[in-house]
């Protein structure tokens, strides 16, 4: 009897497996599209402050965020995916104040200062466009010690604030988060 109902159970997982394997779709990226390809446009710099490269160094980052972490093509035109944006701030800004004096006090009254980048995108999924959005707003910083040079400094605290930028921005578009 016990041999009888493992060979069902057998059978049964034989026949059922497949079927199951059919209807869960995971990606271990946490990508969750059926698209093929992403159309990445230009990203421009709005911002005064900004390297004047900003906006190209971040379009081809992104698009290679894409590439990495994605089975998606990136094409230059009639993707099923879209999305471009400008890059609307670049600010350094002076924060957590160090106590004391004004007479004591030499230089910048802050201890630490923060450099801060936003990106609006606009978003189009022709497959399913209830996952389009416009005008999204990805911010994120970056602080240091406000004695330390920021030329010193700039290229790893764009990368560290870019980094998750991208990571916002996948996560909202193709991982539906």
């Known amino acids: 009897m016990k041999n009888k109902i493992i060979f069902v159970i057998a059978l049964l997982s034989f026949f059922a497996l497949p079927t199951l394997q059919s ?3 995971y990606s ?15 990203f421009f710099n709005n911002t005064d402050l900004g390297p004047a490269n900003l906006g190209q160094t971040f ?8 590439q990495q972490n994605s089975s998606l093509r990136v094409v230059a035109e009639n993707g099923e995916l879209q999305i471009e944006g400008t890059i609307t701030q670049y600010g350094i800004t002076p924060i957590a104040p160090v106590s004391g004096t004004a007479s004591n006090q030499r230089g910048d009254p ?3 200062t923060r450099l801060t980048i936003a990106v609006r995108a606009n978003y189009v999924d022709t497959l399913n466009p209830e996952n ?13 010690p406000s004695a330390q040079d920021f ?5 790893s605290l764009e990368r560290k604030i870019l980094d998750q930028i991208y990571i916002d921005i996948f996560n ?4 539906n988060w």
Do not use: H
């Open 23 to 25: 209807c869960i779709s």
């Open 28 to 42: 271990f990226t946490g990508a969750s599209t059926n698209a093929q390809s992403i159309q990445v446009e230009d």
């Open 59 to 66: 379009t081809n980052r992104l698009k290679q965020y894409f």
């Open 110 to 112: 802050a201890s630490l």
């Open 132 to 144: 389009n959005f416009k005008d999204k707003v990805f911010s994120f910083y970056a602080d240091f």
């Open 151 to 155: 030329n010193s400094v700039q290229e």
């Open 172 to 175: 909202s578009t193709i991982a």
